[in-house]
């Protein structure tokens, strides 16, 4: 259930109704009234706006209780989610002003003509001279927005915008949405290959799976800027940096336990793959189809991946199987998958981790008499699994080195940055991951991509404070 902000403007008759009845009616319908400003005073009426919290499902039955009352007219209703994304929720703001004709052949004609020369003479300019060092493109086709599915650029859109201001507010690089109407994987890798000399790095979101992975690997080889498919990587980032800590907590060792994952798409791939890399010997992927077995014959280029490596069990089976004896589960797929009765059945001091959104693969009061550790990706309980925490951070360092790659040590990197946030004494089974507003997690997160990219040959640049 989600839970929305409305501004009712209403006019009340004073000699028909007061505001105590006003305020009883939209409690009683299930309101919460935030603020109340008033419009317009006088002595036989009042305009009024009054802020309500309410669910989605009861907003139509609050707004018709006012309109059935005697002596209340309802003017406007207002979403205030709505209103945020009037007109969009980014700009585009020049660094110095144009006052006179002075200033204006220096940013412009003819002054403009010595530096594009300088950049055609030297390429690498274009990093010192524009605004490539420090910009982003957030590119998605609206294939696979979370929680929506496919629904095309156009709806993409204030996902774009919104991912673009996280990386101002929070790392201080400037990030332009793009929504590609094509669904075409050449096309597309096309498409942001001709426009790639403008960015510094291509942050992908939301595109299908498994087109996702040809598209990414193949702009990972042909370009050399940093790529980044968030819905993989920043996922399985912060998957892994939640496991350090919940690890920690429970007292065992990334070696030692035993991992489902289920849902094997974009997040599901990476999350293992990084698993595999974090140093996870006993490893089953699952999805609708059941358990994906060490020796079994897929026609999914990455599912053929699992199945020829030595972590991945040749147990068979489904969901139900897999989770008997488990360690850890990490659920990236649909709600409603487990119930207690399957997580009993997990190894002591298990972990899980159900993170489908908006309904998590099992209930977090369900989950929570048999598990030591318990996340999900909502804000509304502890332990959000959170990407906001890695590509900021991620792409600021990766812009200060000049990486011409993000590779697995980076990833890495940043997952046992954004734990290392988490101070041994603040560690509990309700605090394994810090908060997104946290101020360290950008410079930790920055600063352990850099020093990964230096050491694995990627950094084209050492920033002044590495030298």
Sequence with gaps: MSYNSIIIRMELDHATVDFGQVAAIISKTGGDITSIDMIRSGQDSSVRDVTVDASDSLEPQIISSLREMKGIKVINVSDRTFLAHLGGKISTQPRLAIKNRDDLSRVYTPGVARVCTSIHENPHKAYSLTIKRNTVAVISDGTAVLGLGDIGPHAAAPVMEGKAMLFKQLADVDAFPICLDTKDTEEIIRTIKVISPIFGGINLEDIS???CFEIESRLVDELDIPIFHDDQHGTAVVVI???????????????????????????????CKMLLAAGVKSLVPVDRDGIIFRGGDYAHPMWKWLAE??????????????????????????????????????????????????????????ALPHVRVFATGRSDYPNQINNVLVFPGLFRGALDCRASRINEPMKLAAARAIASVVYENELNEHYIIPSI???????????????????????????????
């Design 309 to 366: 490596k030595p972590q991945v069990e040749t147990q068979q089976g489904d969901l139900k199987d897999a989770i008997c004896g488990a360690d850890v589960f990490i659920g990236v797929s649909r709600g409603g998958l487990l119930t207690g009765e399957d997580v009993k059945k997990m190894a002591a001091n298990s972990i899980v981790f159900a993170m489908a959104n908006p309904h998590p693969e099992i209930e977090p009061e369900e």
């Design 241 to 271: 940096a939640g496991l350090i800590n919940a690890l920690k907590v429970v007292g065992k060792r990334m070696e030692q336990i035993r991992v489902v994952v289920n849902g094997i798409g974009a997040a599901g791939v990476s999350i």
């Design 209 to 211: 799976s498994p087109r």
């Design 437 to 467: 507003f946290n101020d360290q997690v950008v410079a930790k997160v920055r600063k352990a991509v850099i020093e990964a990219a230096i050491l694995t040959g990627v950094a084209r640049r050492t920033p002044p404070d590495f030298r």
